[in-house]
T-cell receptor, first 113, second 115 residues
Framework: KQEVTQIPAALSVPEGENLVLNCSFTDSAIYNLQWFRQDPGKGLTSLLLIQSSQREQTSGRLNASLDKSSGRSTLYIAASQPGDSATYLC????????????FGAGTRLAVHP | EPEVTQTPSHQVTQMGQEVILRCVPISNHLYFYWYRQILGQKVEFLVSFYNNEISEKSEIFDDQFSVERPDGSNFTLKIRSTKLEDSAMYFCASSDLGQELQPQHFGDGTRLSIL
């Protein structure tokens, strides 16, 4: 059974710092991995999707990497801003025809001025 | 940018009542999903729907739950005889053809409170 873990659970950083959020998964037979942002009381905004054959994806100040063999993904946020404050979730989709995403508990990020 | 829209944003219902949560997926998407998030817990998969039938469901999705695509635009989740533990945020999502390669796009959710 796939388990997705995110570390740290919470992070508080000053504005301008570069930071790394970690996601690990127990079953390396994933089809893809998706990173989301969740603002309080809101839905999930898709940030990046990495296919199992890819090593990384970039969008603006965000870079996500994937290492299937070690069961790890990281989300790198460059030059953090207060507007980046949110909860960041990773979710994996297993290969084998499964549709569902399996989520981690998230990292709650606070970027202070 | 196209969005998944969900109504209502907040639903308060007495225990034992039936509730219908509504979603309008992105118009050209063919795969539809429901997830839920109990306060303070992980987002959990409930069900996926394709070609007018359930393609996958979790153990949570028992006979109390049903889904329907009543027309070309809406996707609904019905919960019969609601229980206190059904209180959660319910998210609808959709994805395009070739869903293995496409991201799932989520709505803002419906907060369901069972009294």
């Amino acid at each position: 059974k796939q388990e997705v873990t995110q570390i740290p659970a919470a992070l508080s950083v000053p504005e301008g710092e570069n930071l790394v959020l970690n996601c690990s998964f127990t079953d390396s037979a994933i089809y893809n991995l998706q990173w989301f942002r969740q603002d309080p009381g809101k839905g999930l905004t898709s940030l990046l999707l990495i296919q199992s054959s890819q090593r990384e994806q970039t969008s603006g100040r965000l870079n996500a990497s994937l290492d299937k063999s070690s069961g790890r993904s990281t989300l790198y946020i460059a030059a953090s801003q207060p507007g980046d404050s949110a909860t960041y979730l990773c979710a994996s989709k297993l290969s084998g025809g499964y549709n569902k995403l399996i989520f981690g508990a998230g990292t709650r990020l606070a970027v202070h001025p | 940018e196209p969005e998944v829209t969900q109504t209502p944003s907040h639903q308060v219902t007495q225990m034992g009542q039936e509730v219908i949560l509504r979603c309008v997926p992105i118009s050209n998407h063919l795969y539809f999903y429901w997830y839920r998030q109990i306060l303070g817990q992980k987002v959990e998969f409930l069900v996926s729907f394709y070609n007018n039938e359930i393609s996958e469901k979790s153990e949570i999705f028992d006979d109390q739950f049903s889904v329907e695509r009543p027309d070309g635009s809406n996707f609904t989740l019905k919960i019969r005889s609601t229980k206190l533990e059904d209180s959660a945020m319910y998210f609808c999502a959709s994805s395009d053809l070739g869903q293995e390669l496409q991201p799932q796009h989520f709505g803002d959710g419906t907060r369901l409170s069972i009294l």
